[in-house]
């Protein structure tokens, strides 16, 4: 049985707004049979104001299939079609406190049923464009064809390739194998062999000017402020545990965390490192290193 | 409330006569049955006691053909894979399509490694093609493994006349009977089967037991080397006390195989009958006519079944599906596939499996709990519309791929 959220269960056994809304002006239809989740969206939209005033879906799939659409009407049910289309899959997985990893793509057909619903009352077609693939990364739940799309569009050659452009494999290791399987795949079509021993690509440079014009587009300065800001949303969720974190320096893509109070020495913090390192590089758009100041290069310390 | 568990293909309930009967194994019966002491030597009786039960159970001709392992996966590993270590000049290997993944997966892989397997299908009730089977014998083939029982749907397959055919064309058959022993009385001593394999917990002993049955005089290689025990076949200390209770196990299902035959398979008819009366757009996937007694696997078009078994559950029944959602894939089961069951109706197949320890009571509880389940599922469905399938459902709401 999965480990579903108590929120995710209710909206399971009680689901807002089941079924096609009456008068509706906006349909989006999405999923796949195969997959075995497919969900209508009906809208019903003040022409006007473009503000969402009732909302209703079906929904063919799971309990998480179902609980995400009942949550995502009730997070649309009053907005205008522009701020609802800034509600992501992600916005969807937090209203019901959290999917298991394998279940997030019913968060994510959510979102894509409101695009297709939106896009259905400008009268356009909505197409999409992503594929979804076997789920190869359980730790943070990246496919195999986005592994692929990013081996081939990277020429990655390692499994620590693979980790840091995709997060995959980055956590427990268990996916490994299938990590190399497309490895081997795809170096096959190019004729060339996949070699365990093979050297990860080499770093990006980490200099202050290379940063500065880095793929995210934000200067140093504004990177490190950003990071900061998400520290500060964390750090409530530490207080309450009584602890504390501190950042101590950005170097590259590494960022260095002092854990003070209970969660210095806490057995936890590697975990909660774990999760800072996710909210950062979301927020950031790109891959970050999340390390207590105790992995700081000597250099830094003593210097 | 106490729950209905009507999943026993999936694990069974341990009986408490085992429970008893293994118990002492792990206190005062503690030897080793390998060493040369008292300790030793009583739980060493105690083991060949076990084994004899279990070659009662299978109608083996010799204890010795007994091998106790870990699992029925490790059993399924080890007949495939010593079949071909034990004759490298054969590449090929025949299964079905319908496999536990025991034997599907290791296959896939073993393709990897440069063999040839092929994989028989099944027609829409789960059928095997006899005439393809007969054509792929041939001496390229190290061995054929081919389930008793499917796990999913019950349906049996000819494996007494597929034996037949392979020792006909000078080839080793294998067949993995986790879900078939105990429920088909058997007596391997009249077969053709080589190898074959048993799980302990689908037939009410513990997880963690397993045996291969291995008939005198095929060729063997084993998995695990090491130690002398089980003859040097399966190296390791025994699991005594799992071993044990698989073997009283055994000496119970042999009692209880007509009531399985007679009171359970009623049980499953009634249950079958009650619900196909009452949901509409519901039918019995896989062959009805030729099905182990204790299974029904029902598909429920239009609904998903995870969403089934959650809302199963909140009434305390336990049974299993075969949608993409339960196990986390991306594809129904791969036994309602390859019968050519519809998306969907496929991820909305529900399987029951019962035991001798269900009771009609609880068959009667299921059935007036199953269609308000489906009808509430059904409102929520795009494909439904108040107490009917829309017109032409697949066209009517054709998602977009996301």
Redesign the interface.
């Known amino acids: ?1 999965w480990d579903y959220s108590e929120t995710v ?1 209710e909206h ?2 009680n ?1 807002r707004n ?2 096609a809304v009456e008068e509706a002006n906006a349909t989006g ?12 969206l009906t809208l019903k939209v003040n022409p006007d104001t473009e503000i969402i005033e009732d909302a209703g ?10 609980a995400s659409s009942s949550a995502l009407t009730e997070i649309i049910k009053g907005l205008t079609l522009d701020d609802a289309l800034k509600v992501s899959n992600q916005d969807i997985a937090d209203y019901l406190e959290g999917l ?1 990893p ?2 997030m793509h019913c968060s ?2 959510g979102r ?2 409101l695009q ?1 619903a939106v896009a259905n009352y400008h009268g356009e077609e ?3 464009d ?6 190869i990364c359980k730790c943070f739940a990246v496919d195999a064809v986005l592994i692929e799309d990013t081996v081939r569009a990277n020429n990655l050659k390692t499994v620590e390739d693979v980790a840091h452009y995709t997060k995959a494999g980055g956590g427990c290791a268990s996916c490994h194998e299938g990590i190399e399987e497309i490895l081997a795949k795809v170096l096959a079509e190019k004729g060339e062999s996949f070699d365990p021993n093979a050297a990860p690509m080499p770093e990006i440079e980490t200099t202050p000017e290379t940063l500065a014009a880095g793929a995210t587009g934000m200067t140093n300065l504004q990177r490190i402020r950003r990071i900061e800001t998400v520290i500060d949303s964390i750090r409530p969720q530490l207080q309450m545990d009584k602890g504390d974190a501190e950042l101590v320096d950005v170097i590259g893509d590494s960022v260095y965390l002092k854990m003070t109070g209970a969660c210095s020495g806490c057995q936890m913090a590697a975990m909660t490192l774990g999760g800072i390192q996710q909210r950062i590089t979301e927020e950031l758009g790109q891959f970050i290193k999340v390390l207590p100041d105790t992995e700081l290069p000597k250099a830094q310390t003593e210097g | 409330m106490k729950g209905i568990y009507l999943d026993n293909n999936a694990t069974t309930m341990v009986d408490p006569d085992v429970v008893e009967t293994m118990l002492p194994y792990f206190t005062e019966q503690f030897g080793n049955p390998s060493s040369m002491h008292a300790f030793g030597n009583k739980v060493g009786r105690a083991l060949k006691q076990a084994r004899q039960q279990v070659q009662n159970l299978l109608g083996a001709a010799h204890d010795s053909e007994i091998i106790f392992t870990s699992c029925g996966t490790e059993s399924d590993s080890t007949a495939i894979l010593s079949a071909l270590r034990a004759q490298p000049e054969r590449n090929e290997i025949i299964t079905t399509v319908v496999e536990h993944p025991a034997v599907l997966s290791l296959s896939k892989n073993l393709e990897k490694e440069g063999y040839k397997v092929h994989y028989l299908k099944v027609d829409n009730k789960g059928r095997l093609d006899l005439d393809e089977y007969k054509r792929l014998l041939s001496e390229r083939v190290a061995v054929v493994s081919v389930m008793w029982a499917n796990n999913e749907t019950g349906t049996l397959f000819p494996v007494l006349e597929m034996a037949e055919l392979a020792s006909a064309a000078g080839v080793m058959f294998h067949t993995d009977a986790v879900q078939a022993v105990g429920k088909v009385p058997m007596n391997l001593q009249d077969t053709k089967i080589d190898m074959l394999s048993i799980s302990g917990h689908k037939l009410h002993a513990p997880k963690g037991i397993g045996v291969l049955y291995l008939r005198r005089g095929v060729r063997y290689r084993p998995l695990l080397r090491g130690g002398h025990q089980e003859r040097g076949r399966r190296a390791g200390t025994e699991n005594v006390a799992s071993i044990i209770a698989l073997g009283k196990a055994c000496e119970l299902a042999r009692e209880h195989m007509e009531f399985e035959n007679t009171t359970v398979a009623d049980m499953r008819d009634r249950l079958e009958q009650g619900i196909l009366a009452a949901v509409p757009h519901s039918f019995v996937t896989g062959d009805p006519d030729n099905r182990l007694p204790n299974t029904a696997n029902i598909a429920f078009e239009y609904i998903e079944g995870e969403a089934i078994l959650m809302l199963l559950n909140k009434q305390g029944i336990a049974a299993s599906s075969g949608s993409a959602c339960t196990s986390g894939s991306l594809e129904p089961s791969h036994v309602m596939r390859a019968m050519d069951i519809p998306y969907t109706a496929a991820h909305g197949s529900v399987r029951f499996s019962l035991s001798r320890y269900n009771s009609m009571e609880e068959i009667e509880k299921v059935i007036e709990a199953v269609p308000p389940i489906m009808a509430q599922l059904r409102k929520l469905s795009p494909y439904w519309d108040e107490n009917d399938p829309v017109e032409d459902p697949e066209k009517a709401f054709a998602p977009a791929y996301a």
């Open positions: 049985m269960k399971f056994y689901p089941a079924g239809d999405v999923g796949s049979l195969s997959c075995g989740d497919a969900l209508r879906f079906q929904t063919f799939g799971c309990g998480s299939a179902i298991p394998e279940k994510v057909m894509e049923a297709a909505w197409s999409d992503h594929e979804e693939g076997a789920l």
